[in-house]
């Protein structure tokens, strides 16, 4: 439930220096009182990736700093603390049953026999429902709060007053922002040059439609800033090759994006999209799309029948349930990732991805079951992350998988191969599903073998074919016959007479 060092360092060594609303014992029954302004003492930096964090922002043992940025998250630190007291979140399965039955249960009267029965179970489907939203709102506000925080550093180095620091920022940003977009539109009208346009963490919350008619521009990054939309005008940049959207708040992309028929890299990561428009399929010199930290439930049903020059998807952390069977023909994909999704399975043509070297099926949990047997046809596979799932057998062919380097396989109820063959490594298991495939293949060459050695057994088609045929020969001969004593009979008769 915590933020990980991995995804929100920064919130993590911030939190970790706060101390909690919750008992410090089990004897206690009331939450102790805390100051949220005064924050413990900046404490030495404990493990790699804290060390790795505070040399690279030195400024986050200042008192200051920390006083600052603990102020910013203090809706973090009181939300933590609040679901650590409802508990852990529910599993996806206990979720979707709590949906099934609250569905089922909607506007239904119970018996009088088993209202009250029926009345605590409805409540407690709801409870389970109303955690599992809780968990799902306090994951958004993770990764605000991250965004926030370096915001928050990066005023506080320049002097800014830590207050409205705290506080992301005052007119004054707003004023430095609008200042560089005069700048760069004014450069573009008076006929100058404009290939780059770099407005990244400037709290920028509009992007002008003039933007649209810089027709020289090649890339274009407004990373984490606090854009709500893009206008319908980008699609005048037909010459962009990079376009960089992560970090902001855009809950949808306009159709106009199909017209990037240049656009060679698109990031849209750590947003709000629900979907993707079709139209992203236009965007053919695509090699690296990044769509991941959303809320995607679906990909665009055609999304691979046009991207056949990309080369590396990121899809992961959102709330897909399958991928569409296009995504099959991106035959020049090398990395597919789509980690901590609801994915239930991959598409049955997965092994047309013949350039595929990384694939990364993680966390999915109750979701992801098996695999479909044409993974075995990735054969230029070299890193496969499938822990944190609930896959009960590896298929046979992936014995073919002979490059595979890096492979996880933990946190699943594995039968095949078995848990000490597991734990020996990417090399045991490649040995031992080897050794499976040889054996399957043998076991349907000795079938074949049989098969063609042993009488051939009619169908009852073919006996019957066989039997009319017969009876027609049968036929055939004793007309013939017939024929015959008929003519010796009308000779024998001439000759009388």
Known sequence: ?????????????????????????????????????????????????????????????????????????????????????????????????????????????????????????????????????????????????????????????????????????????????????????????????????????????????????????????????????VPDAIGGLEHLEELRLASNTLVFLPDSIGLLSNLKILDVSGNKLRSL??????????????????????????????????????????????????????????????????LRGLPAGIGRLAALESLNLSGNFSDMRDLPPSIGDLLGLRELDLSNNQIHALPDCFGRLERLERLRLDENPLAVPPKEVVAGGVGAVKAYMARRWRDARAEEERRGAAAAESPRVSTPKEWLVRSVSSLGSWVSGAAGQQDKAAAEEDAYLQQNL
């Open 277 to 342: 428009p079709d139209s992203i399929a236009k965007c053919r010199s695509l090699v690296e799309l990044d769509v991941s930290y959303n809320v995607l439930a679906y990909l665009p049903t055609g999304i691979g029948q046009e991207l056949a020059s990309l080369q590396k998807l990121w899809v992961h952390l959102n709330k897909l349930r399958s991928l569409p069977s296009s995504v099959c023909e991106m035959r020049s994909l090398r990395l597919l990732d789509a980690h901590f999704n609801q």
């Open 1 to 229: 439930m915590d933020p990980t060092p991995q995804s929100h360092p920064i919130l993590a060594y911030v939190l970790s220096r706060l101390p909690s609303l919750l008992p410090a014992s089990p004897t206690l029954s009331t939450p102790r009182a805390r100051d949220i302004e005064q924050p413990s003492t900046p404490r030495a930096p404990s493990g790699a990736a804290e060390f790795d964090l505070v040399s690279r922002m030195p400024g986050l043992r200042h008192p200051s700093v920390l006083s600052a940025m603990s102020r910013a998250v203090a809706d973090v630190s009181y939300a933590r603390d609040a679901l650590r007291l409802l508990g852990r979140r529910p599993d996806h399965e206990l979720v979707d049953s709590a949906h099934a039955f609250l569905r089922a249960h909607d506007g239904k009267q119970p018996h009088a026999a088993s209202a009250e029965e029926e009345d605590e179970k409805v409540e407690k489907s709801r409870e389970v429902v109303r955690l599992d939203e809780a968990h799902e709102s306090y994951g958004g506000l993770l990764r605000e709060a991250e965004e926030r925080l370096e915001s928050v550093y990066r005023l506080a180095m320049k002097g800014r007053d830590m207050v409205d620091a705290g506080r992301g920022g005052g007119e004054e940003d707003t004023g430095v922002v609008d200042e560089e977009v005069v700048r760069v539109l004014r450069e573009a009208e008076e006929g100058k040059v404009v290939e780059r346009v770099v407005l990244a963490d400037r709290q920028l919350r509009h992007l002008p439609e003039p933007f649209g008619r810089i027709r020289g521009l090649l890339v274009l990054d407004v990373s984490r800033n606090q854009l709500k939309a």
